[in-house]
């Protein structure tokens, strides 16, 4: 297995602190049949606390942005990453010292799915009703962007 060398904050030029020394990547993954969004609510414990966000983390020096992404899903949801198909994977948010990248995927409503100890919970949450949730404030600047991104790649299939 390729070493982990991706954990730790960065001290951004925009005043945060973000973690992943190589940046980060998540994954939005989206069943088709109820465009819905599969959410996760993060422990108490974690970084930010209490809050939905989507599966990710630090990406390793080694890896892609969309391997980095896929292997965060394993390891928080415990889904084999052939079960989705990846749709899109240009969106960047980028910090100069720091980037964060988000892949978007489908994967069939009726995949089975377990948390970790990072999340309380994860449910599918329709694509309308994601920003009545209580964001992580990363994932809440972008969802508009990424929001859009879906529904341009959802109509186009
Ligand atoms: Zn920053």
Redesign the pocket.
Known sequence: MAERDGDGW?E???????WGKHGAAGIVLIDPETTSVLMQLRAEWTHGGRVWGIPGGARDSHENAVESALREMYEELSIHPDSVTVIHDHMWTD????HYHTVIALLPGETTFQTNEEAELADWIELAKVSNLDLHPGFASTWETIRGKIEEVLAAR
């Not at 910090?95 to 720091?98: E, S």
């Open positions: 960065v951004c030029r925009c005043g945060s602190k973000h910090h100069t010292d720091w």
